[in-house]
């Protein structure tokens, strides 16, 4: 089992490294599934709006739900989610050679999301790479059995791990 993790502290750092990391392995011709993340900054609200690109080949899924202005609190969009984790499942077979996710976020931690997209990658032998925060880093690190690695949040650092 080939699975690696990543964190940062900024807000939307983590999306950008993964993105940069994604779109790399993709130009040295590495076939990479899974999602990115890139966010919009919406000017008239203070939260960006928040897509998915399904990669290799799209679509690119909003997942975040507008609110209204001055909303707090979750605002992803479950079906949206949903929609995206079937996406890449329908990608995923034993010919990737990376699965990359965005996030090991909540939903996953609690047995949803992308968790058993993860797993199916795990029985093909893809190499996965995680983004996750500190919130749901136990439960990330429970679901691997204490086998996911750790990897600096540089996309340099995540292709020394992929290629080792």
């Known amino acids: 089992m080939k699975i690696a993790y990543t964190m940062t502290k900024g807000k939307g750092d983590l999306d950008q490294i993964l993105y940069r990391f994604a779109k790399a392995q993709e130009a040295q011709g590495v076939h990479v599934c899974g999602v990115v993340q890139v966010n919009s900054d919406r000017p008239d609200c203070r939260a960006c709006d928040m897509d998915v690109d399904v990669m ?80 749901n880093r136990a439960a990330f690190e429970e679901f691997c059995g204490g086998e996911a690695q750790y990897v600096e949040p540089t996309p340099d650092a995540l292709d020394a791990w992929f290629k080792s």
């Open 56 to 135: 290799p080949d799209g679509p690119t899924i909003r997942i975040s739900q507008d609110l209204g202005p001055e909303a707090r609190g979750c605002r992803l969009d479950p079906a949206a989610l949903e929609q995206a984790v079937a996406e890449v499942q329908t990608r995923l077979s034993d010919d990737v050679a990376l699965l990359v996710l965005n996030k090991f976020g909540k939903h996953e931690a609690n047995g949803r999301g992308f968790r058993d997209t993860i797993g199916q990658a795990m029985m093909l032998d893809v190499p996965v790479v995680c983004g996750v925060n500190t919130l």
